[in-house]
T-cell receptor, first 115, second 115 residues
Framework: AQSVAQPEDQVNVAEGNPLTVKCTYS??????LFWYVQYPNRGLQFLLKYITGDNLVKGSYGFEAEFNKSQTSFHLKKPSALVSDSALYFC?????????????FGAGTQVVVTP | GAVVSQHPSWVICKSGTSVKIECRSLDFQATTMFWYRQFPKQSLMLMATSNEGSKATYEQGVEKDKFLINHASLTLSTLTVTSAHPEDSSFYIC???????????FGDGTRLSIL
């Protein structure tokens, strides 16, 4: 069975400071890993994915994530946060043995960036 | 690219009414679409996986007779909440994927309120 853990319900950061949102996972087979962002009353927007290759993945809006196989982690990072980055962030995982591309989502982390 | 349109965005109706929600992939063909339900400040709960031309696969605990899913074409899936009651009030989100290891692309969701 696959699972995703986002240990922080909320992350607070001042604008201009680095932002990190944590994610750890458990899957059968090799993982496909994704980060999404959700603004109020909206669907999810895709930020980035790790399928294979370089452990450091760069995505939309200046976000990046590092895949760490030994620690089964895929933390989302941004060097300098903006107030507009305030939103709900979801980590999602799919194992290569899972059919139809079904994703398991983490509980979500609310990011609050203060001016 | 990879735009998913969901309609309507907001529905308010009386108890006992059936409500249909449409999910369209606008610029790609989606053999598989997914329907999720999201409660306030919670993660996405997968309701069912919809495959074009075949019956949907429902997750455990989701009533297939209550939540009717039809995936009649490669660009359209519909979710009908039959005889809706206040406990069915929620945020419903659809997604579609262009391929096996590709990200799911999400609609903007439908806020359903049953009075």
């Amino acid at each position: 069975a696959q699972s995703v853990a986002q240990p922080e319900d909320q992350v607070n950061v001042a604008e201009g400071n680095p932002l990190t949102v944590k994610c750890t996972y458990s899957v059968s087979g090799n993982p496909y890993l994704f980060w999404y962002v959700q603004y109020p009353n909206r669907g999810l927007q895709f930020l980035l994915k790790y399928i294979t290759g370089d452990n450091l993945v760069k995505g939309s809006y200046g976000f990046e994530a590092e895949f760490n196989k030994s620690q089964t982690s895929f933390h989302l990072k941004k060097p300098s946060a903006l107030v507009s980055d305030s939103a709900l962030y979801f980590c999602a995982v799919r194992g290569t043995t899972d059919s139809w591309g079904k994703l398991q989502f983490g509980a979500g982390t609310q990011v609050v960036v203060t001016p | 690219g990879a735009v998913v349109s969901q309609h309507p965005s907001w529905v308010i109706c009386k108890s006992g009414t059936s409500v249909k929600i449409e999910c369209r992939s606008l610029d790609f063909q989606a053999t598989t679409m997914f329907w999720y339900r999201q409660f306030p400040k919670q993660s996405l709960m997968l309701m069912a996986t919809s495959n074009e031309g075949s019956k949907a696969t429902y997750e455990q605990g989701v009533e297939k007779d209550k939540f009717l899913i039809n995936h009649a074409s490669l660009t359209l899936s519909t979710l009908t909440v039959t005889s809706a009651h206040p406990e069915d009030s929620s945020f419903y989100i659809c997604s579609a994927s262009v391929g096996d290891n590709q990200p799911q692309h999400f609609g903007d969701g439908t806020r359903l309120s049953i009075l």
